[in-house]
Each structure stands twice: as structure tokens, then as C-alpha cells.
């Protein structure tokens, strides 16, 4: 498993490793009556380190399967060298729309029959809500404000896509750099806004940096709402910011707060053996790990027909965490339900609460 | 943008600078007094940002955390410098190297002390509200954030300036045979300088924390901007510190809002711009070299 | 003695023919060992940061001149061979290398015509500007480079209708490169360019006072060394096909600059030495201990006080106890 252990996305790589060892766990770390061992590497935020850590998997662990991955640069470097060997790959985060779609000239990435995806397309989180916005919950006018760079870019593309498609008006753009110290001066031309819907894509310490600023500046106190992708308001950002992200709108796959019966078992095993709420993180990982443990089952552990364990692959339908779970055939990509989610308290804790449901989603794949 | 909004902005411009200034002090210091040029400095603001995280933790203190961690890292700092720097008066490649190295130690164990995850520190009670001003809201913790730095400012210029030890720091620098020679212990004086140095960028860490956060690679990217701010307003004086991140932090705030396309590179390219115009950055002085 | 000395005047050249002539065969012969393939890519690499510390040593060891920038050209020549292949269709190796040395020796021209003015700290904190601002414009360019997703899809070079593809093909590829590129390196050390360098860190004024350009001669040397960088980029933009805009920021530049102070600045082998071992640290190390940048740091720590010349300063001082 490529996943970072350092820089700034260590967070996800860790929350990964542990979903993953949880379920080997689970299942005696045998799978399809297989022994498994899973050797983890540190892709470090760069893809010159992915690049040869892709090889390592490759040239000198001869891995059988590859998963993770968290930057999607990182994914787009790898893809020909995976594509070229053969190696099944399973993505565990990156959201590239590129990823699992046909491009021209495969820039800058397209998908291989090799590579599934078990996360999402950063179109699944941002152009359903659009949609829903502007048709289910009658808003007119949304004001965009997100990170500067590929996948904050990608959100506000589609985001405004589908929004303009079901007849709402953007009236405004601002980007911030991604990993900005300050957000003050951002949030202060927010709210010189008329528009009081924004619409924002921000992860991490930029996420919780904005929603800091937001509340210090009263924004909700005037009357704007705080909208965005999912990432906006993940447990690892509600951990730190509280109650100050209460009343933000935003879309994703799963909430720790999902009510079926898979979720419920989860997050309960999760709690138990790490004493933390999992994240939607651990949640792409687990389900990777039960496409393969179930793809493996099909093909009664043979893994070395590529192509009859990427049909199996193809073929997997379960209940995950986040819901009915199936790879598209044509993509790869997962085709599953986005919740549009509202932040809430419950128990003590900021978690993101159920509000609406967008069903089936597939990424359209080009 | 209307007049509020510039006045908020002006705001953000100049709390912005105040905490560059916080963050750049210790730098600037080290730099100006011992002529060593330490690349740690963001690994001290990173691990003052993390003791002040436990602290608040563990005792929800805030103010506790902002006596404790720069006392901490100013020992830290009491033993690095007669440790390892000492040897290397003057050699300013050796300084760089061996600083990294030490960043680099600092950064590993916090992760692995730690962890790596995304962490922020809350607003001190009594300083996370807001006031009217203008008619609007105005975070209080950034006009605190302006009154510290502020008043951090006028103690160190008053330290610098007035005191025996600031005179003695300056002339050791200057001519360090020379005060060794009447009798001033100069190790011992550039010993507690350097842990000065360093625990101003543990205060900057516990200062700055609530308003960055703190993740991992933070020591990188303040290091990086405690450098521009000391570059820019002048290296070898405090009041360069003052100077430069009076102008880097306006510029950074107006750039992001005016300029947006520019906002990642716009503070290099005024660094590049004043250092053409006067190299030695905006208040410098020559230091003759020996 | 006076027997020995032409002996020794014999040995060392076949000595070095011999052992570039391993270095450039490594992938044949140590293809029976199982992690062969891995092993290439890991040496590649440390050609290619080899390259990349050679050329920063021009300004750090002989001129004198600390820029902690150096990886803008390295990048903005892998930027350039990636994007010359693509927009002009071709897979020529010497259109990408020509492309990559002349828009980082460009670069390099721009960016050093102001630097040079400055010394010391000052240029250290110039040139790290530049540099990123040079990230800055690739990560927002993105029609151009790809932006903060990289540039995918880089061609493998042919040249002559030789096909660069295989990964063998290539590793033969950089480790000639790299030899060239020590082999100008040691050639530069004993010319007059060489040593006025050295002149110009000993005492920038006396060489003033006889007559030399500084100027000229630093901004020469800082194209020089941004060329070279741009052809080390290139390699790597060829090696992963791919460039991202790391290969343009901080971290890149400090790898090198360590790289050299490591091995030895100004010694003809050291930022080679340097680059072997902090890749190795960087890239090998992590796959075993979980604590690899500690180690990392302490290297450094250890080194400048206890071995001021590097590695190959240790190994020269050792040798030297030894023949005592």
C-alpha cells in the first residue's frame, strides 16, 4: 500500500493503515484463504517518491495487488508505469476526475482496465450538490471560494456545472492558495458579498483555518451559509473546530453518522480498537479491501489470471459503510449514493448528520 | 471593495505583520546579534505550536502554554548552541547544514511523538469573541496579536538598546577577542542569546498557532516566511524584523484579495524587488566582514 | 618512488575507465540478483540528484556562491524536454535535452543577472526567491505545465533510432550523461574557467584588482551551473515520464545543497558522494525504519563537526593517517 506516513497528508495515510489492519484483522489476515501481507510505503507528498516506491511494489516486492495513494499528482505519475505492468490497482483516495475516465491524449491521466478506484471522483462530491442546490433546496445564487490547485479547481468546475444546470447562478469566484496561513483576508471579501451561499472546497488545516475565520468574523451571525464538498467538514477537520462548522452543507459518500447496519459495525469496531471516530478516509480503505477480499472469493484465490480477477473486481457488489457499493464497469469508479450532509453536535461531538440524498451517482467518464 | 472592507483588510495586513514579526523576532535576533544563521528556527516555532497544544490540553491553559513552551525551548536552545554551534562561529555554510540538521531531528520526533495529524489550538477564552468596529465584527485575538507584537517590539528594542547585555551582545559581535580579552564571558552571552532567540520562536509557535495551525511540515513554511520578513526589512537589526513584516504583511494581505493569481509568488517577488533596490534590505546595515 | 609515480599516472585513468564502465553496465550485470530493477531505479536516481549536485557545486564549492534555488533550473529543465517532446510530437532526445539547457540556461541568465549582484546570506535568500517564484508560476501555469497535477504522459527519448524505452536503456542513458557531466566537471577544475572560480571564492576582491569581470565570470558560472542542472532535470522528466511542481520547489534545492555539503563541497566526487547518501536515506531507509529523517538529521549534525570536508575529506584524511 502506497499511502503518505510524512508530510502533510500523514493524517490520511495513518487513518488508512489502520482500516486496513482492522480488516485483515477481522479476517485473520488471510483472505479467500490466502495469508496476506501488506508492505507499506510512504509516498511523502511527492511523485518522483511515488514513482520509485511504485517500482519497489513492482520490480522487487513483486506485490500481487496495489492500493492507495492519497495525492492525485502522485496517482497521475504512476498510472503508465501500473497500466504497463499489469498490476491490479486499487485507489484508495485521490479523486482526479481524469483517473477513471477516457481523455484525449491521457492528459492528464485516463483510466486503465488495471486501475479501480474505491474513493470517489471529485465530480461525485461536487456536481450532485449542484444539482440539488439548485433544484431540491431552491437556491438561487451561490458565491464560490476554494483552494487553488487541481482538485479545488475541479470541485468549482463541476460544482458550477451543475448548479448552472438546474438553473442557479454563480455570481463569484475567489481562490485561496492551497496551504494559506492566513484566511482572514478571504473570508472578509466573503463578506462583502451580497450572495450569502458560498460554496467552498478546502481540506485539512486549510479546512479548519477557514472555518476558524468564518467564525470570527461572524459570517453565520450574517446570514451566510457555509456550503462545500465533503472534505470541508470530515471528522478530522470537525475534531478541531468543534461546533464552529454547526450548519454547514456539504456532500460526500458517507457520514460517521450513516444509519445502516455495515456503518454502524464499523464504526463500532473502528471505536474499539483505536479509541478514535473513524474518518471517511478509513471508510475508502475498508472498502477497497472488501472489493478485493470479495473479487479474491470469486476467483477462489487465483491471482494469477489478471483478467478474470479484474472481472471479479468488476462484478463486486456489497453493503459498505457508506451503502450499496459497486464499480462502475465502464470506469472503475465507484457508483454510489452522495448524502448531502449537515454538521451537527451530537453526544458531544461535531459530526455530520444526514439531510438529503442524491442516489446512484456514476461519474460520467469523460 | 467598499471602505469597511479596506479598513477590515488594513486590519488583517497589519495583525498579519504583527505575527510575522512575532514569528521573525528570534530569527532576526540570532542573526543580528551572533551572526549565526539558524535554519532551526521554524523547528523551534513548530515545537513551541506542539508543547502549547499538550499544555492546552491537558490544563485548557492557554497562558500557562505561553510562559511554559518558550521556556522550554529557550533551554532546549541553552544546550544546543554550547553543543553544536559553538564551534562554528563565522562559518555561516556549516551553520546552515548543521541547523537543517536539527530541524530535520526536531521535525522527525514530533511526528513521532506526537503524531501526524492536523491539529489546531482554540482562541484563548476572553480573546475569541468579537468586537464592532466599523460596523462589523473584528476577531479580538488579531488586536492582541497587534498589541504583543507591539509590545514585544518596544521591550526588545529596549533591551537591545538600553541595557548592559544588549551593549555587550552587540559589541561581542562586533569585536568578540575584545570583550573576552576585558573579561566578559562571551560563550556564556551567546549562549543565553541564542536561547532567547529560541524561545521567541516557541512564543511565536503558541502565538501563531490558534491563527495557522499546526500540521505537519509547518516548520518548513514559517521557516520560510520568518526568512523573507528578516531578508527583506534587514538583516543585523530589530528593527529590520519590524520593518520588514510592516510591509510583508499589508502586501500579502491586499496581494491575496487584489491579486489572486499572484498571491503564492507575490511576496518572493517583493523580496527580490527590495533586495535589488537595496540589498542589504530595507534597514540593514554592512556588517565588515573580517 | 620514481618508479611508481608513472605507474600510478597509468593506473588511475584505467581505473576510472574500468569502473565507469561498471557503473553504465549495472543493470546487465547484477540482473541475476532479484531486486535488479528496483536497484537501477534507486542508482538512477542518484545520478540523476548526482547531476544536479555537480552542477550546484560549480557555485557552491569553487565560486563561492550558496544558492539554495538550484532545483528552479533542475525542474524548468525537466519542465521543458517534457513539453517540447509533447508539443512538437517528437521523441529526439537531443530536442529535449537541447530544449531543457537552453530554457534553463535562459532561466538561469535571467535570475542570475540580478542574484549575482548579491553575496552571501543575501544571494543564499535571493535565489531561493526566485526559485519560488519559478514554483509559483508552474503550479499556476497550468496549460502549460499541468499546474499542481504535474505533467503526465512525458515521451521516452530515441536518438538515432535508438529507443531509450526500456528501463535499462535508460539507466545506460543517464549513466553516461553523469560521467560526461563529472568528466566536464573534473576537466573545469584544472582549466583557467576553473580556477578563477576558486579566485572568486578565495578573494573576490583581488581578482577585481587583476583584472577579472567578477560579474561576468559569477553570472557565467551560475549559467553554467543552471544548464547542467536543466540536463539532470530532463534525465528525470525521461526516467518517471513525469514532472510535477516539486521538482521546482524548496525541498529539491535543499537536497541538492546538502547533497554537496555532505560529500564535499568543492572536491570533484563529493556532491556525488553526498547525493548516494542522502538519497539513500531519503528513499531506502523508510522502507525499513520508521525514523529515516532523524537519521537523516543527525548525518548532517555529525558531519559538520566532526568531518568539515565531507566525506571525501574524511576518506582523503583517513587515507592520508593511514600512509603516515
Redesign the interface.
Known amino acids: 500500500m502506497l499511502l503518505p ?4 497528508y ?2 490520511l495515510g ?1 487513518s488508512m493503515q489502520r482500516a486496513t489492519k482492522l480488516y485483515l484483522k477481522q479476517k485473520g489476515d488471510a483472505l479467500a484463504n490466502r495469508p496476506v501481507t501488506v508492505i507499506y ?2 509516498e ?6 511515488g ?2 516506491k511504485t ?2 511494489f ?3 516486492d513483486r506485490v500481487d495487488l496495489m492500493m492507495g495513494i492519497v495525492a ?2 502522485i496517482a ?2 504512476v ?3 501500473i497500466d504497463a505492468a499489469k498490476l491490479i490497482f486499487i485507489e484508495t483516495n485521490a479523486g ?1 476526475n481524469a483517473l477513471t475516465r477516457t481523455t484525449t ?5 485516463c483510466k486503465s482496465k488495471y486501475i479501480f478506484r474505491s474513493s470517489f471522483s471529485s465530480y461525485q462530491i461536487s456536481y450532485p450538490i449542484g444539482e440539488y442546490f439548485a433544484t431540491q433546496k431552491g437556491v438561487k445564487e451561490v458565491f464560490t471560494f476554494v483552494a ?3 482538485f479545488g ?1 475541479e470541485s468549482a468546475a463541476d460544482f458550477t456545472s451543475g448548479f448552472t444546470k438546474g438553473g442557479g447562478k454563480i455570481t463569484g469566484s ?9 484566511f ?3 473570508v ?2 466573503l ?2 458579498q451580497q450572495t450569502k451561499d458560498i460554496y467552498s472546497f478546502f481540506s ?2 486549510d479546512a ?2 477557514y472555518i ?1 475565520a468564518w467564525t ?3 459570517m453565520t ?1 450574517s446570514g451566510y451559509k457555509m456550503n462545500g464538498a465533503g472534505f470541508l467538514t470530515e471528522q ?2 470537525l475534531k ?3 461546533d464552529q462548522a454547526n450548519g454547514a452543507t456539504t456532500s460526500l459518500f458517507w457520514a460517521v453518522t450513516l444509519d445502516n447496519a455495515e456503518n454502524k459495525a464499523f464504526v463500532d469496531a473502528y471505536q474499539k480498537e483505536y479509541s478514535l471516530l473513524p474518518d471517511v478516509f478509513a471508510v475508502q480503505a475498508w472498502d477497497g479491501m472488501q472489493a478485493v477480499d470479495l473479487a479474491l472469493q470469486a476467483v477462489k484465490g487465483d491471482t494469477s489470471n489478471k483478467d478474470a480477477f479484474i472481472a471479479a473486481l468488476e462484478n463486486v457488489k456489497f453493503k459498505s459503510p457508506r451503502g450499496d457499493f459497486e464499480f462502475d464497469k465502464e470506469t472503475h469508479n465507484p457508483i454510489q449514493d452522495i448524502y448531502i450532509r449537515e454538521v451537527k453536535v451530537q453526544s458531544g461531538q461535531a459530526v455530520n448528520t444526514i439531510v438529503g440524498k442524491v442516489a446512484r451517482v456514476t461519474d460520467p467518464g469523460k | 471593495m467598499t471602505p469597511e472592507t479596506a479598513v477590515v483588510q488594513a486590519l488583517n495586513g497589519i495583525s498579519f505583520g504583527a505575527l510575522l514579526f512575532i514569528l521573525a523576532a528570534g530569527l532576526s535576533l540570532i542573526f543580528g546579534m551572533m551572526d549565526v544563521v539558524n535554519l532551526a528556527h521554524g523547528a523551534f516555532y513548530m515545537l513551541g505550536a506542539y508543547i502549547a497544544l499538550t499544555i492546552v490540553q491537558r490544563t485548557g491553559q492557554f497562558w500557562l502554554a505561553l510562559v511554559l513552551a518558550p521556556l522550554l525551548i529557550g533551554a532546549l536552545g541553552l544546550v544546543i548552541e554550547p553543543l553544536l554551534l559553538r564551534r562554528l562561529r563565522g562559518r555561516h555554510l556549516d551553520q546552515v547544514l548543521l541547523t537543517i540538521g536539527v530541524s530535520l531531528v526536531i521535525a522527525d520526533l514530533i511526528g513521532l511523538t506526537w503524531g501526524r495529524e492536523i491539529r489546531s489550538i482554540p482562541f484563548p477564552a476572553g480573546l475569541d469573541h468579537a468586537i464592532t468596529i466599523v460596523g462589523g465584527d473584528y476577531p479580538v485575538y488579531r488586536l492582541f496579536v497587534i498589541a504583543f507584537g507591539a509590545a514585544l517590539a518596544v521591550v526588545l528594542a529596549v533591551v537591545h538598546r538600553r541595557t548592559r547585555v544588549g551593549a555587550l551582545i552587540r559589541a561581542g559581535v562586533d569585536d568578540a577577542p575584545m570583550l573576552a580579552a576585558l573579561g566578559v564571558d562571551i560563550d556564556r552571552l551567546f549562549a543565553i542569546t541564542f536561547a532567547v532567540g529560541a524561545a521567541l520562536a516557541g512564543l511565536a509557535g503558541v502565538i501563531a498557532a490558534p491563527v495557522f495551525g499546526i500540521y505537519p511540515g509547518m516548520d518548513v513554511d514559517y521557516l520560510i516566511y520568518s526568512l523573507v520578513v528578516v531578508v527583506v526589512g534587514g538583516l543585523g537589526t530589530l528593527s529590520g524584523a519590524v520593518a520588514g513584516s510592516a510591509l510583508i504583511g499589508p502586501v500579502d494581505t491586499f496581494g491575496k484579495v487584489l491579486f489572486p493569481q499572484f498571491a503564492l509568488a507575490l511576496i518572493f517577488a517583493v523580496m527580490a524587488l527590495v533586495l535589488l533596490m537595496r540589498p542589504t534590505g530595507l534597514l540593514g546595515r554592512i556588517r565588515i566582514a573580517r | 618512488m620514481s618508479g611508481a609515480t608513472p605507474m600510478r599516472r597509468f593506473a588511475l585513468p584505467v581505473v576510472a575507465v574500468v569502473a565507469a564502465a561498471v557503473l553504465v553496465t549495472f543493470p546487465i550485470w547484477s540482473s541475476p540478483w532479484e531486486s535488479s530493477r528496483y536497484a537501477t531505479g534507486i542508482l538512477r536516481d542518484m545520478l540523476i540528484l548526482g547531476i544536479l549536485a555537480l552542477s550546484l557545486d560549480l557555485l557552491v564549492g569553487s565560486a563561492g556562491m550558496p544558492s539554495l534555488g538550484h532545483a528552479a533550473y533542475f525542474g524548468a529543465g525537466a519542465y521543458a524536454a517534457a513539453i517540447a517532446g509533447q508539443r512538437l510530437g517528437s521523441d529526439d532526445l537531443l530536442l529535449g535535452l537541447g530544449a531543457a539547457i537552453l530554457v534553463s540556461a535562459f532561466l538561469a541568465l535571467v535570475i542570475g543577472a540580478v542574484a549575482v549582484r548579491a553575496a552571501g546570506i543575501f544571494f543564499l535568500m535571493l535565489t531561493l526567491a526566485f526559485a519560488q517564484m519559478v514554483f509559483a508560476i508552474a503550479f499556476q501555469a497550468a496549460d502549460i505545465t499541468g499546474g499542481s497535477n504535474g505533467f503526465s504522459g512525458v515521451r521516452r527519448p530515441m536518438l538515432f533510432g535508438l529507443d531509450f524505452n526500456g528501463p535499462d536503456a535508460l539507466f545506460h542513458l543517464v549513466a553516461v550523461v553523469f560521467l560526461l557531466v563529472l568528466l566536464l566537471a573534473w576537466r573545469l577544475r584544472s582549466s583557467a574557467y576553473g580556477r578563477a572560480l576558486i579566485g572568486l571564492r578565495e578573494n573576490e576582491r583581488r581578482m577585481r584588482a587583476l583584472g577579472y569581470d567578477t560579474t561576468r565570470l559569477k553570472l557565467s558560472a551560475f549559467v553554467l551551473a543552471g544548464a547542467i542542472a536543466g540536463v539532470g532535470g530532463a534525465l528525470q522528466a525521461y526516467s518517471i515520464r513525469f514532472v510535477s511542481t516539486n521538482d521546482v520547489g524548496v525541498a529539491r534545492s535543499v537536497e541538492a545543497f546538502v547533497s554537496v555539503l555532505i560529500g564535499g563541497a568543492s572536491t570533484l566526487v563529493g556532491p556525488v558522494v553526498g547525493a548516494i547518501v542522502v538519497l539513500f536515506i531519503e528513499r531506502v531507509m523508510p522502507s525499513y525504519i520508521a525514523f529515516a529523517e532523524t537519521v537523516l538529521g543527525l548525518v548532517f549534525i555529525v558531519f559538520v563537526l566532526a568531518a568539515r570536508q565531507g566525506i571525501v575529506g574524511l576518506v582523503r584524511a583517513s587515507y592520508a593517517r593511514v600512509r603516515a
Open positions: 506516513f510524512t508530510k502533510v500523514a493524517e495513518n510505503e510512504d511523502a507528498n511527492d511523485p518522483v517518491v514513482a520509485q517500482q519497489k513492482i520490480d522487487s492525485t499528482p497521475y505519475a498510472r503508465n508505469a482526479g491524449d491521457c492528459k492528464p491521466s487553488d490547485y487541481g479547481n475567489l481562490k485561496a492558495p492551497l496551504g494559506s496561513a492566513d482572514l483576508p478571504f472578509t471579501q463578506k462583502g485539512g488545516t479548519i483555518n476558524k470570527q468574523l461572524g451571525a478530522d477537520v478541531e473546530v468543534g
